[in-house]
């Protein structure tokens, strides 16, 4: 990592009457002071102050700078995912991408490549490439043991400007959203977040960022054609992996971070890993969705019970979650978790667009609802037109489907 990266705060000698007001000014204690300001890199958040606070106008912030080296199209390349660990072990979003960063491959013709930052983490750069990556970009160094977001978009940046990819992929998960707008505010490019499909535009070679807008009630298409990279956060679950092959080769590139300086100003004192239930809807082949038309915990409670019989999860819609019958953590929708179940059971579910764009990825959906007219049913592979109520017990009577 170099610190002779052009940077996009620059100070001007020749104007500089050497007062340190700029020094003064800046909060972040980025300005080292001798003859003349020092900016330092890692430290600078380029916020302006001491541009400002300049009497002599000696400050020059360049904000396209950084941008221009970017977005020099024929300079860039490449389809890069960045990677996201969980217990050591790569997540299944990161996988997912590398999945479509393929196929986005195949109508490119630019490689795949993953970035992966963490303490310990070497092991699974080859498994990035038995999952589709031909190039590993690795950043291993105990200082990045603790997810700090400041730090971890400071290595993306800097690696970025060294190798300038086309696009940038990112895990939509609680991290990923964070990291995801810190990058792109400091490459200067534009996010499209949440994105639930992603295509190439053949005349353009554009990045289509496809996501729901107005509450869901469009698809939105965002393309970024003057900056890159072009950057893309992706729910979890939307997207298939490839098969996992160890045969697989691809090229692991370290990258020495012996000049990186953390960002003081936030240190971990103490990690506290929460204990969760254990559920999750990422994994599991069948999930229970519960919807308003349930209407009562008694009801909820069969629907438990035939769940354990069935080795499902009960999650349920928005509407349930507002009326009690089901906890916020497990709400599937574009405000909750996307799935993809071999099998989604809706009942009371109306299906709105806000929760069916979430279960499309479910290989087979049954819908319960006794409105026939109820949009559930133009998603759902079998229905029954029934209240719940009056199925439950030959249901609560099966233990497979
Ligand atoms: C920005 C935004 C984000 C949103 N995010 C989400 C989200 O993440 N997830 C989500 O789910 N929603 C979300 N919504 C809300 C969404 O628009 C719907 O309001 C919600 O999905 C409706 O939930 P529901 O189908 O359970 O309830 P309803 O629409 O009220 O449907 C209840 C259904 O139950 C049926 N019913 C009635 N009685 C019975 C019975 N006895 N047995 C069986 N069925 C019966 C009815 O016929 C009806 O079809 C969002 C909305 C907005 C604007």
């Excluded at 969705?289 to 019989?309: F, L, M, P, S």
């Amino acid at each position: 990592m170099s610190k002779n990266t052009p940077f996009a705060l620059q100070v001007q000698k020749e104007i500089c009457t050497s007062c340190g007001v700029c020094a003064e000014a800046c909060t972040y204690n980025a300005i080292n002071f001798s003859d003349f300001p020092e900016i330092d890199p890692y430290a600078c958040r380029l916020c302006g102050n001491c541009v400002q606070a300049c009497p002599s106008g000696a400050l020059l912030m360049n904000t396209s700078k950084k941008q221009k080296d970017l977005s020099v199209a024929s300079d860039t390349n490449g389809i890069w995912v960045l990677a996201e660990t969980e217990n050591n072990e790569l997540s299944s979003v990161t996988k997912e991408l590398l999945g479509k960063a393929n196929e986005l491959s195949s109508r490119l013709g630019q490689t795949v490549e993953a970035i992966l930052i963490g303490s310990q983490v070497t092991s699974l750069a080859s498994e990035l490439i038995a999952y589709g990556a031909k190039r590993v970009h690795l950043v291993d160094d105990n200082m990045f043991a603790s997810f700090i977001e400041e730090d971890y978009a400071q290595v993306v940046v800097e690696v970025c400007h060294k190798y300038h990819p086309d696009i940038l992929l990112v895990g939509a998960t609680p991290s990923g959203r964070g990291l995801s707008a810190r990058i792109a505010a400091l490459l200067q490019t534009g996010l499209t977040a949440d994105c639930t499909e992603l295509e190439i535009d053949t005349k353009s070679k554009l990045l289509h960022q496809i996501r729901p807008a107005f509450g869901g009630n469009l698809m939105a298409t965002i393309v970024t054609p003057d900056c890159r990279p072009q950057m893309a956060s992706v729910r979890p679950g939307i997207m298939s992996p490839l098969q996992y092959k160890p045969s697989f080769t691809g090229e692991i590139v370290r990258h020495d971070l012996s000049t990186f300086k953390k960002d003081g100003r936030i240190r971990v004192l103490q990690e506290i890993i929460q204990a969760t239930s254990g559920e999750s809807l990422g994994n599991s082949k069948i999930i229970i969705g519960i919807g308003r038309g349930v209407k009562n915990t008694e009801t909820v409670d069969k629907i438990r019970c035939w769940a354990k019989k069935l080795g499902a999860l009960v999650a349920g819609s928005r509407a349930a979650v507002e009326a009690g019958l089901i906890d916020a953590r497990m709400q599937v929708g574009q405000t909750g978790h996307t799935i993809s179940p071999d099998l989604y059971i809706a009942i009371g579910i109306s299906g709105q667009i806000q929760h069916t764009a979430a279960i499309t990825g479910a290989k087979k959906i049954i819908a319960i609802n006794p409105d026939r007219t109820a949009p559930i049913f133009n998603v759902a592979d079998y229905g029954f037109v029934s209240p719940i109520e009056d199925i439950l017990p030959q249901l609560m009577a099966t233990e497979t489907i």
